[in-house]
């Protein structure tokens, strides 16, 4: 079955520590994998996408086959990182529809 | 730009009442695709529609149906409410393929 595990609900951290958003998935094939993030009173949005390998407000996910991981990263985060945010896996091939999978979601919290 | 616009955005329903949440799209996306958000849950696909003219079944489509009335619309119909459809709903949209997909705001909708 196609799944997105994201095992914290809350990531509570300090400005200027380091973050790591964790994201498992299950999947059988290819997938294509996403972090969406929502920030307070603003709609969902992409925050990076694996095949682009870009750097996007700082944070960076790297795709691990061996570990069926897309795990989210900040060297540094700051207050305005504050948000929820979704691992999504969409499978790859003719038959997508661009319908996604989401995890669980994990709200991200820094403090001053 | 108004990308995804959804209505409407708060919603209080009895029980047994029934409902239609409309969306629209201004981007010329073949592909819309409505969600529901529940804590703990993330984000599940009620339904989608990969073009104009078809509709799918989702992961959680029970209690409700679709209308892909143009490119642009694409509705949410509830006939007959109950509380466990009390939810945030957010309709999208793609070009499908792995590519991007912008949500609308969202309808909050609670069900009494």
């Known amino acids: 079955a196609q799944r997105v595990t994201q095992p914290e609900k809350l990531l509570s951290v300090f400005k200027g520590a380091p973050v790591e958003l964790k994201c498992n998935y299950s999947?059988?094939?290819?997938?294509?994998l996403f972090w969406y993030v929502q920030y307070s009173r603003q709609r969902l949005q992409l925050l990076l996408r694996?095949?682009s390998r870009e750097s996007i407000k700082g944070f960076t996910a790297d795709l691990n086959k061996g570990e069926t991981s897309f795990h989210l990263k900040k060297p540094f985060a700051q207050e305005e990182d504050s948000a929820m945010y979704y691992c999504?896996?969409?499978?790859?091939?003719?038959?997508?529809?661009?319908?996604?999978?989401f995890g669980q979601g994990t709200t991200l919290q820094v403090k001053p | 730009n108004a990308g995804v616009t959804q209505t409407p955005k708060f919603q209080v329903l009895k029980t047994g009442q029934s409902m239609t949440l409309q969306c629209a799209q201004d981007?010329?996306?073949?592909?819309m695709y409505w969600y529901r958000q529940d804590p703990g849950m993330g984000l599940r696909l009620i339904y989608y529609?990969?073009?104009?003219?078809?509709?799918d079944k989702g992961e959680v489509p029970n209690g409700y149906n679709v209308s892909r009335l143009n490119k642009r619309e694409f509705s949410l119909r509830l006939e007959s409410a109950a509380p466990s459809q009390t939810s945030v709903y957010f309709c999208?949209?793609?070009?499908?393929?792995?590519?991007?997909?912008?949500f609308g705001q969202g309808t909050r909708l609670t069900v009494v």
């Open positions: 999208a949209s793609s070009t499908g393929m792995n590519t991007e997909a912008f």
């Open positions: 999947y059988s094939g290819s997938p294509e």
């Open positions: 694996h095949i």
């Open positions: 999504a896996l969409t499978p790859h091939g003719s038959s997508n529809t661009g319908k996604l999978i």
């Open positions: 981007m010329n996306h073949n592909s």
């Open positions: 529609s990969a073009s104009e003219g078809t509709t």
